[in-house]
């Protein structure tokens, strides 16, 4: 069971890194037919540095919800919740209907430990989706009844290993994780048992590169770096979405419900349950989308770049979009020119739950081309978030009942 006092458990997250308050968020210019400036703020990088250093892997997301929840309690009009712990947060417009659903998940991959040996390691389980090769001589963060007890995923050192196996791949279940403890009891003193939740130590940061094309300077761009962000990106733009409506007094003919859903990456559970409350008429999922611009991948496996504009996905493992919602979107996106990518994805989202819910609802993926998902650190542009805000704020002002019943007429 999750401690209920996990706000005195705050992860103790890098105190002598750079303030996120220097960077230069220099974003927000207009664009001609939604007539709103949409800008990354202090208040929101806080927000998101906040949503993506906290502890939330997939089944204890309740520091996530709750560090949403206080942001996002100041522009919704309802905030509610199902019982998988999943956060929904409502903005009316000035119609009832269509309900549009803004999924986005808060749980982040990590480990749940499964063993204490009598050297006092740990041994544990995945929560979500990991490679091995990422996981080796990494610094982890344990949550216990005691606090925070820091940790390195670990193995067997590779001059104790024969020649044949060192050119091998460690596989996690030779891992362990070494807290320091040199026995079974000093590991238990520490706090820890069995079922304690495991995350990345990895913290958030951003940085500012001079932006070339074709061999020409063509500006700066802000990049975020650290964990979480599949899926607190998500989050972040469904806030943010919700807080522009808000501030911008922008008239939209929907009740929009933002979602901060839970354990996604173990089965896209708390869609499950949030599509089941809400009974949305259309789904704009929010998500990451894997960033093909590293060396070894070819457009045909990964097409998405950072710094491109969000991606639309055309097609992945668990949903076919609506493919008159596709159309819409895209013709709204060229109406309000705004920068997008077309994408596929070898993998699902909470879409994937959410289309087929009720008597199924109209859905479409929006994507931040993200790098090394899945690690202790990813890498994505600010510019592509800010877009996808813009690009789902032009789609709710255009959205209505009428065009909504059309997405699934005969």
């Given at each position: 069971?999750?401690?209920?006092?996990?706000?005195?458990?705050?992860?103790?997250?890098?105190?002598?890194?750079?303030?996120?308050?220097?960077?230069?968020?220099?974003?927000?210019?207009?664009?001609a037919h939604a007539k709103v400036i949409v800008l990354?703020?202090?208040?929101?990088?806080?927000?998101?540095?906040?949503?993506?250093?906290?502890?939330?892997?997939?089944?204890?997301e309740k520091e996530p919800a709750r560090i949403t929840k206080a942001y996002v309690s100041k522009y919704a009009d309802r905030i509610s919740s199902d019982k998988?712990?999943?956060?929904?947060?409502?903005?009316?417009g000035t119609a009832d209907s269509p309900v549009v659903l803004m999924p986005g998940h808060i749980d982040e991959v990590g480990f749940i430990i499964s063993s204490i040996n009598k050297l006092g390691f740990l041994t544990f389980n995945e929560l979500g989706g990991w490679f091995d090769q990422v996981l080796l001589g990494q610094r982890v963060w344990i949550r216990t009844s005691k606090g925070i007890v820091p940790g390195i995923i670990a193995a067997k050192p590779p001059h104790l290993l024969p020649a044949e196996e060192r050119s091998k791949v460690v596989v996690k279940e030779k891992m362990f994780i070494d807290v320091g403890?040199?026995?079974?009891?000093?590991?238990?003193?520490?706090g820890i048992r069995?079922?304690?939740?495991?995350?990345?130590?990895?913290?958030?940061?951003t940085m500012t590169k001079r932006v070339f094309k074709d061999g020409k300077k063509k500006g700066t761009e802000i990049l975020a770096i650290g964990k979480a962000f599949d899926d607190r990106i998500g989050t972040f733009i469904a806030a943010e979405v919700v807080r522009m409506l808000v501030e911008k007094k922008i008239r939209h003919p929907n009740t929009v419900v933002g979602a901060a859903t839970t354990m996604e990456e173990v089965g896209l559970?708390?869609?499950?349950?949030?599509?089941?409350?809400v009974k949305p008429d259309v789904c704009l999922t929010l998500e990451v989308d894997i960033a093909g611009d590293v060396p070894g991948i070819e457009a045909s496996e990964a097409s998405a770049k950072i710094g491109s504009g969000p991606t639309i996905t055309t097609w992945d493992?668990?949903?076919?979009?609506?493919?008159?919602?596709?159309?819409?979107?895209?013709?709204?996106?060229?109406k309000a020119k705004l920068p997008y990518q077309l994408s596929q994805v070898k993998g699902g989202t909470d879409a994937g739950a959410v289309h087929i819910s009720n008597a199924g609802c109209p859905s479409l993926v929006f994507g931040v081309a993200t790098r090394h998902i899945h690690s202790h650190a990813g890498i994505l542009s600010l510019t592509d978030a800010e877009?996808?805000?813009?690009?789902?704020?032009?789609?709710?002002?255009?959205?209505?009942?009428?065009?909504?019943d059309s997405f699934t007429e005969l």
């Open positions: 069971m999750d401690s209920d006092n996990s706000s005195l458990l705050t992860t103790p997250c890098c105190p002598n890194a750079k303030s996120v308050k220097t960077a230069r968020i220099i974003y927000g210019q207009p664009y990354i703020d202090q208040q929101a990088l806080k927000f998101l540095e906040e949503l993506t250093n906290c502890f939330g892997p997939s089944g204890f998988l712990g999943s956060l929904l947060f409502t903005k009316k403890a040199s026995n079974e009891d000093e590991a238990k003193e520490m069995v079922g304690n939740p495991v995350i990345p130590d990895s913290c958030f940061s559970r708390g869609a499950k349950t949030s599509a089941f409350v493992t668990s949903m076919i979009p609506n493919q008159e919602l596709l159309e819409f979107v895209l013709e709204t996106a060229d877009n996808c805000i813009k690009l789902i704020v032009e789609v709710l002002r255009r959205l209505d009942k009428k065009r909504a």
